[in-house]
C-alpha cells in the first residue's frame, strides 16, 4: 500500500468526483480512478460506489477513510520526529493553536520553551477547532489552545490565562464618546465578527454574552478568520470589532481606538486542552510553564 494512494483516496473522499480530485492532485483522472482500484483490490473491498457519474463512499469506505487518515498522520508524526532528532532534538510536542490566538503570552510561552528546554521541538499548528478535536484524539497533536469551554469529557482542559475583552471602534465612530462600552450600546451598531467555522470559540464566546444577557446580535456585517483582518475592517469603517487586550498589543492601527468593554461582561478565558490519557514528561513542563505564564501576566 503506498502513501501516494492514501492520500488520493483521501482526495477523491472529500471531492466524490475524480475530475475535481484530479486537479487537485495534478495528475488525470483516469490514472486516478486506477490507483483507487489497485487500493480497492488490496484491501479486498469496494470503497466507494460509482454510479451515473457520482460518487459515494461505501461503509467500507467510511471506515477506511478514518484509518487512511490515521496512517498518514502517523508517517507525518514519524517523519517530522526524524527531522527534528536529526537537527539535535531530542523530544517533540505537537501544539494546536485555534481561534487565532496568537497573543504575547504565546510568545513568552515559546520563548520560555527555547530558554529552558532547548532539545524539545515546539512545532504549532493552527486549525479551527473542529480540526483541533480530531487531531487530538487522532493523536495528531499533544495538546491545543482554544477560547472554548465546552469539551467532551474524554478531554481534559487545564486554564492557561485570562482576558479582558475590547471593542475595536473606527476614527469618529459614536462609540467613542463612552469611556466603557456595554453590550446594549453593542447592539444598535453593525459589527465584524468572527467566523463560526474557522474561529469558532471566539465567535461562541460572542454570541454567549449576548444570550446570557437576553440581548439580540447586532447587526454581522462580515465574518473574518482572524484578528488582523476584522481590524482592518474595523479601520475601513465596516463596524466595530470585539478584541483580546492581549491581541490589541500585538496589532496597532492608527484609524482604529480601543474601548474596554465595561466589567459585567465576563473575561475571555484561553484553555489548554489534552487528551484523557498520561502525559509525556515533555507535556508535563510545557502545561508547567503555560500556567505560570498565565500567572504572572495576572498577577
Given amino acids: 500500500m503506498r502513501m501516494r494512494h492514501l492520500r488520493?483516496?483521501?482526495?477523491?473522499?472529500?471531492?466524490?468526483?475524480?475530475?475535481?480530485?484530479?486537479?487537485?492532485?495534478?495528475?488525470?483522472?483516469?490514472?486516478?480512478?486506477?490507483?483507487?482500484?489497485?487500493?480497492?483490490?488490496?484491501?479486498?473491498?469496494?470503497?466507494?460506489?460509482?454510479?451515473?457519474?457520482?460518487?459515494?463512499?461505501?461503509?467500507?469506505?467510511?471506515?477506511?477513510?478514518?484509518?487512511?487518515?490515521?496512517?498518514?498522520?502517523?508517517?507525518?508524526?514519524?517523519?517530522?520526529?526524524?527531522?527534528?532528532?536529526?537537527r539535535g532534538y531530542r523530544g517533540h510536542l505537537r501544539i494546536g493553536l485555534a481561534d487565532s490566538l496568537a497573543h504575547p503570552r504565546l510568545t513568552k510561552l515559546l520563548a520560555r520553551c527555547r530558554e529552558e528546554e532547548p532539545l524539545t521541538e515546539v512545532r504549532i499548528i493552527e486549525m479551527p477547532f473542529s480540526e483541533m478535536v480530531k487531531a487530538l484524539a487522532h493523536d495528531q497533536i499533544d495538546a491545543g489552545f482554544t477560547v472554548h469551554s465546552e469539551i467532551s469529557d474524554k478531554f481534559i482542559k487545564k486554564v492557561a490565562w485570562t482576558d479582558r475583552p475590547a471593542i475595536a471602534v473606527p476614527k469618529n465612530h459614536p462609540l467613542l464618546s463612552l469611556e466603557k462600552i456595554s453590550l446594549q450600546e453593542i447592539v444598535r451598531h453593525s459589527l465584524v465578527l468572527y467566523h463560526p467555522e474557522r474561529c469558532f470559540g471566539g465567535y461562541n464566546i460572542i454570541h454567549r454574552w449576548f444570550r446570557d444577557y437576553a440581548l439580540p446580535m447586532p447587526s454581522i456585517v462580515e465574518y473574518v478568520s482572524g484578528h488582523e483582518l476584522m481590524m482592518t475592517l474595523v479601520a475601513a469603517g465596516y463596524g466595530v470589532g470585539f478584541a483580546l487586550e492581549s491581541q490589541v498589543k500585538l496589532y496597532h492601527h492608527p484609524d482604529i481606538i480601543i474601548r474596554p468593554v465595561t466589567d459585567d461582561v465576563p473575561s475571555a478565558v484561553t484553555f489548554l486542552a489534552m487528551l484523557n490519557k498520561p502525559y509525556s514528561e515533555q507535556l508535563s513542563r510545557f502545561i508547567t510553564r503555560t500556567q505560570r505564564v498565565g500567572e504572572v501576566d495576572t498577577s
Fill in 8 to 86: 488520493y483516496f483521501l482526495v477523491v473522499a472529500e471531492e466524490l468526483s475524480f475530475s475535481r480530485a484530479a486537479a487537485r492532485v495534478h495528475i488525470e483522472a483516469s490514472p486516478l480512478s486506477r490507483a483507487i482500484k489497485e487500493l480497492e483490490a488490496e484491501l479486498g473491498a469496494h470503497l466507494l460506489h460509482r454510479s451515473r457519474g457520482r460518487i459515494e463512499l461505501t461503509w467500507a469506505g467510511e471506515v477506511f477513510r478514518e484509518e487512511a487518515r490515521k496512517m498518514l498522520s502517523f508517517m507525518e508524526g514519524a517523519r517530522n520526529r526524524v527531522h527534528a532528532a536529526a
